[in-house]
């Protein structure tokens, strides 16, 4: 399988506004999610370490057809190449729908080299007003919302935070702006108290972003470059 490489040349896919590419350890059991057109898709987390030394926990999304679960197995190495894909879940406790995000995984492979990349690359339109804001200690952070178009009149809504300069720049578009963004998915545990005073552990999933800049004709077309891995071993 070869692997499109985020670099500022870019990527190519079906939908080349919406790639990522990770790679780490299983770290939970195959669960069934749901089936279309009598094609199976399963959910599992994966652990992609970060140069820091810590971890974040992404959930994937992968069609049966694609995976061998008899070579899958919590503490495999695996690389995942797809796209980060949005959908609503009706939370009853809350009375409210909650946006869900998953790699919806488009190839899988077991890797001999155990790298752990984790690459995002997004072309689409902020749909909320960018929120900006500092810290007590000063750092800048800019949260927005992006929708990325993708087949069937379908959109993916991403969150995304920025950091320093990125966030001033972000912090000032408007709503319906088409930019493109390079960055990492992270998982972040957050803390949210109740109705009753407790506080119950959550965890969010958004694009950390290292780069951002706006998308014009004449950059709108992404060069395609591949990272091709040593003796590449299919699953299927």
């Given at each position: 399988m070869d692997y499109p490489s985020i670099t500022e040349g870019g990527i190519h896919m079906e939908?080349?506004?919406n790639f990522?590419?990770?790679?780490?350890?299983?770290c939970s059991e195959f669960n069934f999610s749901h089936e279309i057109y009598s094609e199976g898709f399963y959910r599992f987390d994966i652990e992609v370490a970060r140069l820091s030394g810590?971890?974040?926990?992404?959930?994937?999304?992968?069609?049966?057809?694609?995976?061998?679960?008899?070579?899958?197995?919590?503490?495999?190495?695996?690389r995942i190449a797809g796209q980060i894909r949005s959908y609503n879940n009706y939370v009853e406790a809350?009375?409210?729908?909650?946006?869900?995000?998953?790699?919806?995984?488009?190839?899988?492979?077991?890797?001999?080299?155990?790298?752990?990349?984790?690459?995002?690359?997004?072309?689409?339109?902020?749909?909320k007003p960018p929120i900006y804001r500092?810290?007590?200690?000063?750092?800048?952070?800019?949260?927005?919302?992006?929708?990325?178009?993708?087949?069937?009149?379908?959109s993916d809504y991403i969150p995304c935070i920025a950091w320093g300069r990125n966030a001033r720049f972000a912090g000032k578009l408007p709503v319906g702006e088409n930019i493109r963004i390079w960055g990492?998915?992270?998982?972040?545990?957050?803390?949210?108290?109740?109705?009753?005073?407790?506080?119950?552990?959550?965890?969010?999933?958004?694009?950390?972003?290292?780069?951002?800049?706006?998308?014009?004709?004449?950059?709108?077309?992404?060069?395609?470059?591949?990272?091709?891995?040593n003796n590449p071993q299919p699953l299927s």
């Open positions: 939908n080349s506004g990522i590419d990770i790679g780490g350890r299983i810590s971890a974040d926990i992404l959930p994937v999304t992968v069609s049966e057809r694609i995976i061998n679960r008899d070579a899958m197995h919590i503490g495999t190495t695996v809350e009375r409210r729908n909650k946006l869900v995000l998953t790699v919806f995984a488009r190839d899988v492979e077991l890797p001999d080299n155990p790298a752990s990349p984790n690459e995002v690359f997004l072309n689409g339109y902020l749909c500092t810290t007590p200690f000063g750092r800048e952070i800019a949260d927005m919302l992006l929708a990325v178009n993708r087949s069937y009149n379908k990492r998915m992270q998982s972040r545990i957050y803390h949210k108290k109740q109705e009753n005073g407790d506080a119950i552990e959550k965890t969010a999933y958004e694009v950390s972003v290292a780069k951002v800049e706006l998308a014009t004709a004449e950059t709108a077309d992404i060069d395609v470059t591949y990272f091709v891995p």
